[in-house]
């Protein structure tokens, strides 16, 4: 049976200290307070008082707390400090590429390895095939728990030894899904306009959603390439779409903000004379 010793019992912290539990594993928790960690004591892991004991008790540690300022705040003690010495730590707190760089020096000066991580999952997704975790850092601490690593996400891949490269990689996956929110509350709104059923739009989207992946691919590859003049889809072709959105949101009276924005960004480009290249151009008013 392999030790792991999991600091902070939040929502995420909780959810795979049970999963850990369910696959076998010897689990030593620590919280700030003994009530989140009850549940899981029942079903079989071990609370431990302090976070000096919780990081000898295994040889890895996950942190998963609410900030990196927290992770300081619970580790930076002179016995925790001791305690790091020959240990892995694997944090799993939110936190920036500047943070993860900051971190890494700071348990490698404690004489302990470290394996920054990104969680690109809900708590009740840990465990399965469609929960993802990035990580970055030590190659030999990701080699030594890619067990428990598995256990914990069914896309776990290895982005590098640059620290940063988890928390980058996790926050440009945000940035398009925030924008997916967008794009698609909107179009929640242009379908109760006619008195659709959105949950059939969310049908729709889930269907075609490896389509969408393959658009992204492709787009991704134009923009690493840097090949912007055969297009598939030009930014002029677009902005006939972002036209037609304003269009139906004056016609519909319904709030025009996302269909105003984009075609303030495509005009740019335009402006800049990217019209007949690739939508993928439009980075390059980013730039």
Known sequence: MKN???????????????????????????????????????????????????????????????????SYEILDQLDVRSALTGRTVMQLSTGSPQQARDLEGWILAQGASYLDGAIAASPSQIGQPEAAIFFSG????????????????????FLGEKVSAASTTDLAFLAYLFAAYIGFFHAARIMESDGLEVNGLGQLIASISPMIGDVMKYESE???????????????????????????????????????????????AIQAGYGNEEVAALVKTLR
């Open 222 to 268: 134009v923009i690493h390439n840097e090949q912007y003049d055969k297009p598939q889809t030009s930014i002029n072709t677009c902005m006939i779409t972002i036209e037609l959105l304003q269009q139906q949101a004056r016609e519909a009276g319904i709030n025009d903000d996302f269909p105003v924005f984009a075609e303030r960004m495509f005009s740019r």
């Open 138 to 157: 030590a190659k030999a601490a990701y080699d030594g728990n890619t067990d428990i690593i598995e256990s914990l996400a069914g896309y776990a891949p």
């Open 4 to 70: 792991i010793t999991i600091i902070g019992l939040g929502s995420m912290g909780s959810a795979m200290a049970s999963v850990l539990l369910d696959k076998g594993y010897q689990v030593f928790v620590w919280n700030r307070s003994f009530d989140k960690a009850e549940g899981l004591v029942q079903k079989g892991a071990q609370y431990v008082p302090t976070v000096s004991e919780a990081i000898s008790a295994s040889k890895t540690s996950i942190v998963c707390v609410s900030d990196y300022a927290a």
